[in-house]
């Protein structure tokens, strides 16, 4: 069995107000990138925006205060959006609540019998071919939105979106299409200028501006925006615990397991290449607890499964992070 010893124990031994001062601007940028980034994964999980931020605050604190990476930063994730929106589409939102739950205590007994360093092992290209999977589907997902199609009903399968999407590809609406493709640019133009600031945040920013402005001045209010189509509620909700059934469960089984090793792969992976930027090691037990006890609490509230995000990880390295405190400050 492992020490239970948190990072940010550790962290704190040293402590001093020059780390605190580099932390709360890491901690702040990382949460401005974090909050765009949890509603979009949420919605295009399948479920409603403020799933993805609720998940992105109490699993981003559990990652932060009790995993064993110094910069890691937890929350929704890309890769779990397929899987997330395939598992409400045949057990519901409940369905997902037990599934999250089963796979936190997964990942927190994979920790305690010191299974972390085993995943290393888990050959490259799989990891490779399952990620660029994941981002072909995610990129099949939001050709409709991208282009401010006008579609009926759309079906879940691959091969089925895509015949849609030529078959109604004449209802573009070529604004929608300018704020999709300027956006991409900005991203991507944006390391060669800054490479403290991410690029989606600058975009974010800059387009919300600019479609604000065609709204109030030019009349244009074909582009739809979150508050169009959402309302988020500014409260955490209460705690609620799921109706659990042995028959349930066992349906919801691979789906589980599902989760727990992709949430491990995607962790170690993250606190990994953290470790290559700065120099420290991780416990690869102690996160997966972390990472475990994150994924059991948090769909109690209504979130979704959550994991190391790299580009969050990064961000918060870029900007000075060092402890866990850049972390709790950004959830």
């Known amino acids: ?22 932390d709360l601007m890491a901690g702040i940028i990382v949460g401005i990138v974090a909050l765009p980034l949890a509603i979009a994964f949420g919605i295009a999980s399948g479920v409603s925006p403020e799933k993805g931020i609720i998940t992105a605050i109490i699993a981003g604190f559990l990652t932060s205060a009790l995993g064993g990476s110094r910069v890691q930063i937890g929350g929704p994730t890309g890769a779990f959006i397929v899987i997330v929106y395939g598992i409400i589409q045949q057990y519901g939102i409940e369905g997902l609540t037990v599934a999250t739950i089963m796979a936190g205590v997964f990942l ?41 199609l006008t579609t009926p009903e759309m079906p879940g399968d ?32 944006t390391p060669r200028f800054s490479k403290k600031i991410p690029g989606s945040l600058i975009a974010i920013v800059v387009m919300t501006l600019a ?8 009349g244009i209010d074909s582009v739809e925006t979150i508050g169009d189509r959402f309302t988020i509620n500014s409260q955490l909700p209460d705690a609620v615990i799921p109706a659990l059934s042995w028959e349930g469960m066992k349906g919801l089984l691979p789906a589980a397991i599902t ?20 120099g420290d090691k991780h416990n690869s037990n102690q996160e997966l607890v972390a990472q475990g006890i994150a994924n059991v609490v948090t769909p109690l509230f209504g979130g979704i499964p959550a994991t190391g995000a790299i580009a969050r990880t990064m961000t918060n ?6 402890t866990p405190v850049a972390g709790v400050i950004h959830a």
């Open 259 to 278: 989760i727990a090793v992709l949430g491990a792969i995607e962790s170690l992976l993250s606190a990994t290449v953290a470790d290559g930027v700065t």
């Open 317 to 322: 390295i870029n900007n000075g992070g060092r």
């Open 108 to 148: 927190i007994l994979l920790g305690l019998f010191r299974l972390g360093t085993i995943i290393k092992f888990i050959p490259y290209p799989i990891v490779v071919g399952f990620t660029s999977g994941i981002a072909v589907t995610i990129f099949t997902t939001q050709i409709k939105d991208l282009f401010g």
């Open 1 to 22: 069995m492992i020490e239970f010893r948190p990072a940010l124990l550790t962290s704190l031994k040293h402590y001093s107000r020059e780390k605190f001062t580099a």
């Open 158 to 189: 691959f091969a089925g979106k895509w015949m849609i999407y030529f078959q109604n590809f004449g209802t573009i609406d070529l604004w929608a299409t300018a704020v999709g493709v300027i956006s991409v640019a900005i991203i991507a133009l």
């Open 211 to 218: 479609v604000y402005l065609l709204k109030r001045y030019a």
